[in-house]
Protein backbone atom coordinates (compact mmCIF):
# COMPACT_ATOMS: atom_id res chain seq x y z
CA UNK A 1 0.00 0.00 0.00
CA UNK A 2 1.50 3.59 -1.17
CA UNK A 3 1.32 6.34 1.43
CA UNK A 4 0.49 9.58 -0.25
CA UNK A 5 3.33 12.28 -0.04
CA UNK A 6 0.88 14.61 2.79
CA UNK A 7 1.17 11.28 5.18
CA UNK A 8 4.91 10.30 4.70
CA UNK A 9 5.83 12.81 7.85
CA UNK A 10 3.01 12.41 10.12
CA UNK A 11 3.69 10.16 13.22
CA UNK A 12 1.01 8.41 15.10
CA UNK A 13 0.39 10.53 18.04
CA UNK A 14 -1.15 8.97 21.98
CA UNK A 15 -3.26 11.58 23.84
CA UNK A 16 -1.00 11.73 26.51
CA UNK A 17 1.68 13.26 24.16
CA UNK A 18 -0.48 16.28 22.63
CA UNK A 19 -1.44 17.13 26.57
CA UNK A 20 1.85 17.56 27.15
CA UNK A 21 2.82 19.02 24.26
CA UNK A 22 -0.16 21.49 25.63
CA UNK A 23 0.75 21.66 28.50
CA UNK A 24 4.37 22.69 27.88
CA UNK A 25 3.39 25.53 25.53
CA UNK A 26 0.95 27.39 27.53
CA UNK A 27 3.85 27.18 30.12
CA UNK A 28 5.85 29.31 27.13
CA UNK A 29 3.02 31.44 26.52
CA UNK A 30 2.49 32.10 30.66
CA UNK A 31 6.60 33.12 30.62
CA UNK A 32 6.73 30.01 33.18
CA UNK A 33 8.91 27.43 30.93
CA UNK A 34 12.45 26.77 31.90
CA UNK A 35 14.80 25.18 29.89
CA UNK A 36 17.12 22.50 31.86
CA UNK A 37 15.26 22.58 35.52
CA UNK A 38 13.48 25.79 37.73
CA UNK A 39 16.49 27.40 38.20
CA UNK A 40 17.50 27.60 34.36
CA UNK A 41 16.47 30.65 32.41
CA UNK A 42 13.08 31.24 30.82
CA UNK A 43 12.58 30.38 27.79
CA UNK A 44 11.98 33.23 25.27
CA UNK A 45 12.32 31.65 21.61
CA UNK A 46 9.29 30.05 20.06
CA UNK A 47 11.89 27.22 18.47
CA UNK A 48 13.23 26.24 21.11
CA UNK A 49 9.65 25.78 23.15
CA UNK A 50 8.48 23.50 20.20
CA UNK A 51 12.08 21.46 20.64
CA UNK A 52 11.14 21.48 24.35
CA UNK A 53 7.49 20.40 23.57
CA UNK A 54 8.34 17.62 21.47
CA UNK A 55 11.19 16.17 23.65
CA UNK A 56 8.91 15.82 26.84
CA UNK A 57 6.05 14.44 24.80
CA UNK A 58 8.67 11.88 22.97
CA UNK A 59 9.41 11.04 26.89
CA UNK A 60 6.05 10.38 27.49
CA UNK A 61 5.54 7.98 24.95
CA UNK A 62 8.19 5.92 25.68
CA UNK A 63 6.82 5.67 29.30
CA UNK A 64 3.62 4.54 27.98
CA UNK A 65 5.00 2.25 26.04
CA UNK A 66 5.99 3.23 22.34
CA UNK A 67 4.28 0.02 20.77
CA UNK A 68 0.83 -1.83 21.17
CA UNK A 69 0.94 -5.27 20.49
CA UNK A 70 -1.73 -6.81 18.55
CA UNK A 71 -3.05 -9.15 21.23
CA UNK A 72 -2.70 -6.80 23.71
CA UNK A 73 -4.87 -4.25 21.89
CA UNK A 74 -7.78 -6.69 21.57
CA UNK A 75 -7.22 -7.73 25.00
CA UNK A 76 -6.00 -11.43 24.86
CA UNK A 77 -2.67 -12.61 26.53
CA UNK A 78 0.11 -14.81 24.86
CA UNK A 79 0.13 -18.27 26.59
Given at each position: ??????????Q?????????V??????????????????????T???????????????????????????????????
Amino acid sequence: MAMSRANMGQQITKPGQKKKVASVMREFKEGKLHSGSKKGPVVTNPKQAVAIALSEARAVKKAVGGRIDGCAMRGLTRG
